[in-house]
């Protein structure tokens, strides 16, 4: 399974990072990537990081946000920088291996004065 964590309350402008573990037993791994859910509208893709390192974000994080991986942890991460109310969430992590997903959790995310 996957663990996120990271989320909490953060002023406007202000940094956050986001972390999801992988289990031991999840290998082989195509995409990692984070999602998020606003109250009241769909998920979206946020950023991706292929398996061998391109990354691609939504236009609204572009500049903002970095994607980035450790394999020997197995683990993914979001650098969030600049965060704005609008980027008010709950973030979730996504595996994609050749035939099956994982999916986090989720973690909240608030950006509040």
């Known amino acids: 399974q996957l663990q996120a964590s990271g989320g909490g309350l953060v002023q406007p402008g202000g940094p956050l990072r986001l972390s999801c573990a992988a289990s031991g037993h999840i290998f082989s791994v195509n995409t990692r990537g984070w999602y998020r859910q606003a109250p009241g509208k769909q998920r979206e893709l946020v950023a991706v990081i292929t398996s061998g390192g391109r990354t691609n974000y939504v236009d609204s994080v572009k500049g903002r946000f970095a994607i980035s991986r450790d394999n020997a942890k197995n683990t993914v991460y979001l650098q969030m920088t600049s965060l704005k109310p609008e980027d008010t969430a709950v973030y979730y992590c996504?595996?994609?291996?050749?035939?099956?997903?994982?999916w986090g959790q989720g973690t909240l995310v608030t950006v509040s004065s």
């Open positions: 996504k595996y994609d291996l050749v035939d099956y997903a994982y």
